[in-house]
T-cell receptor, first 111, second 115 residues
């Protein structure tokens, strides 16, 4: 499995604003997943986007995938204090279900 | 759906003792489970892949005799930290994959403190 690199490392915004975080990877993928981790907790799966998809929505989340640039972005609209967490991307290739996590983006939403 | 539990949620033990952590998929069967370790302010590091009915596959640098993994059923995997030392203190997280799907569902984690 390959590791995604999230950018920025840290992001601080006001409640109600949008938050955008990016992920880059190195080799071709079958799919890419985004996970959230609240402090001291396990990860929560947010969304999976396949290599033949360009955009996917789930509630206030919007994920894009650009395979030509080997990058993905996660947009959280109308952010809430409860969105404060670390966000990780996990690119996956081949049939392996093993995932490797990068350092993540630490999002802080200020009330 | 797709709920994974871990027990205990936290444990404090003396140096030299062994600690067992359970990971259960509550509403699905998981042929594959993963064990991770996370140090403060760091990312998750994969320790091993646990496959039901077969031996676990350990990542490079992870001692298989120290971190014993047993995946005895399709809903339960256990991680035993043998002869624990203070440097083993960490946050241990498991995940499980339903059937042939690609998404991992994570447990809430177990915080281990070795005195």
């Amino acid at each position: 499995s390959q590791q995604g690199e999230e950018d920025p490392q840290a992001l601080s915004i006001q409640e109600g604003e949008n938050a955008t975080m990016n992920c880059s990877y190195k080799t071709s993928i079958n799919n890419l997943q985004w996970y959230r981790q609240n402090s001291g907790r396990g990860l929560v799966h947010l969304i999976l986007i396949r290599s033949n998809e360009r955009e996917k929505h789930s509630g206030r989340l919007r994920v894009t995938l650009d395979t030509s640039k080997k990058s993905s972005s996660l947009l959280i609209t109308a952010s809430r204090a409860a969105d404060t967490a670390s966000y990780f991307c996990a690119p996956s290739s081949g049939s392996a279900r093993q995932l490797t996590f990068g350092s993540g983006t630490q999002l802080t939403v200020l009330p | 759906g797709a709920v994974v539990s871990q027990h205990p949620s936290w444990v404090i033990c003396k140096s030299g003792t062994s600690v067992k952590i359970e990971c259960r998929s509550l509403d699905f069967q998981a042929t594959t489970m993963f064990w991770y370790r996370q140090f403060p302010k760091q990312s998750l590091m994969l320790m091993a892949t646990s496959n039901e009915g077969s031996k676990a596959t350990y990542e490079q640098g992870v001692e298989k005799d120290k971190f014993l993994i047993n995946h005895a059923s399709l809903t339960l995997s256990t991680l035993t930290v043998t002869s624990a030392h203070p440097e083993d203190s960490s946050f241990y997280i498991c995940s499980a994959v339903p059937g042939l799907k690609e998404t991992q569902y994570f447990g809430p984690g177990t915080r281990l403190l070795v005195l």
